[in-house]
């Protein structure tokens, strides 16, 4: 199957930029809690996968909320295509951990649900027909498409909600935890799928988890949070190639060096390549 043709920029942005999404100092406080993360800034090239990673309450979840436009910064600036975000871009989609089906549709009109969103690029019937078609398709659920989501096992509940996000073609997928409700076998299932999808759609992922292996699995680049208030610790860039599986060696000394930056909890902040 081809990947679909990317849509035209919106008027007034660069026509390829490498930067997705750039986010400059950002810090973020909830009234009630206090500060969540402070001078965090990251960028997201096209058709990166960049998993934010770290442990409970480090604030993966805020950040991937305030880099999605669903929350304000208190200080510094969002940028989506070049743009100034101020709401979730139309060109952005989200995959949660639950997958949040709406029980009265079926598979396929969940699938096409999020095209009729407010401020989505406008598409007539059959274009919608088969950008969904397609879409299920490339999670596996061509055939499925009238069956109900308490029809559905969680595995394939979260594959339509894939391919929602999917259909609507985005640069970019915020996926926080998607699937950390799944089972073991599930999981890796569904981790192959997403590296294999995304890439052909050509879309960039920033992925929440708290799962080292996760990470290392699908990773174009790890970002470790860490610290009160949460601050990005460090970096890795992986050139490990894929599926990961086959490189045993390259992906325990990764998960070695993971795992002790977050015990070491002060690691250094510089970028650190590893070797593929
Ligand atoms: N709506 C909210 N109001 C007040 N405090 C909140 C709210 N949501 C999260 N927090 C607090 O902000 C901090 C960061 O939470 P966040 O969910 O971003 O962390 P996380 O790293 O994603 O954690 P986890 O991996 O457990 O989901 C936590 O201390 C949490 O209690």
């Given at each position: 199957?081809?990947?679909?043709?990317?849509?035209?920029?919106?008027p007034g942005t660069d026509a390829a930029p490498e930067t997705v999404l750039g986010a400059?100092?950002?810090s973020f406080a909830y009234a009630r809690s206090g500060p969540v993360f402070a001078d965090v800034s990251l960028g997201i090239r096209r058709r990166e996968i960049v998993c934010l990673l770290g442990g409970s309450g480090c604030g993966?979840?805020?950040l991937l909320r305030?880099?999605?436009?669903?929350?304000?910064?208190?200080?510094g600036t969002v940028r989506f295509l070049g743009q100034p975000l101020t709401r979730p871009h139309p060109r952005s989609a989200?995959?949660?951990?639950?997958?949040?089906l709406l029980p009265w549709l079926n598979v396929f009109d969940n699938a096409g649900f999020g095209l009729g969103f407010k401020h989505q690029p406008a598409i007539d019937a059959a274009a919608r027909k088969a950008r969904v078609r397609e879409a299920l398709a490339a999670v596996g659920l061509a055939g499925r498409e009238h069956a109900w989501p308490a029809e559905?096992?969680?595995?394939?509940?979260?594959?339509?909600?894939?391919?929602?996000?999917?259909?609507?073609?985005p640069e970019l997928l915020f996926a926080d935890e998607p699937f950390s409700a799944l089972d073991a076998i599930t999981r890796a299932e569904m981790q192959a799928l997403l590296v294999d999808v995304v890439h052909r759609w050509q879309a960039a992922v920033l992925l929440v988890t708290h799962d080292i292996d996760e990470a290392i699995l699908v990773a174009d680049r790890i970002l470790l949070m860490a610290g009160k208030p949460g601050h990005i610790h460090r970096a890795w860039t992986l050139s490990i190639p894929h599926p990961r599986e086959d490189h045993p060696e390259a992906v325990t000394a990764l998960r070695l060096q993971i795992l002790s930056a977050l015990r070491a909890g002060n690691a250094?902040?510089?970028?650190h390549a590893i070797p593929s």
């Open positions: 199957m081809n990947a679909p043709q990317p849509l035209a920029p919106p400059e100092r950002l993966k979840s805020t305030v880099l999605a436009g669903l929350e304000t910064a208190a200080a989200l995959v949660f951990q639950q997958a949040s559905l096992s969680g595995g394939q509940a979260q594959r339509v909600a894939l391919a929602r996000a999917l259909a609507r073609e250094a902040t510089a970028p």
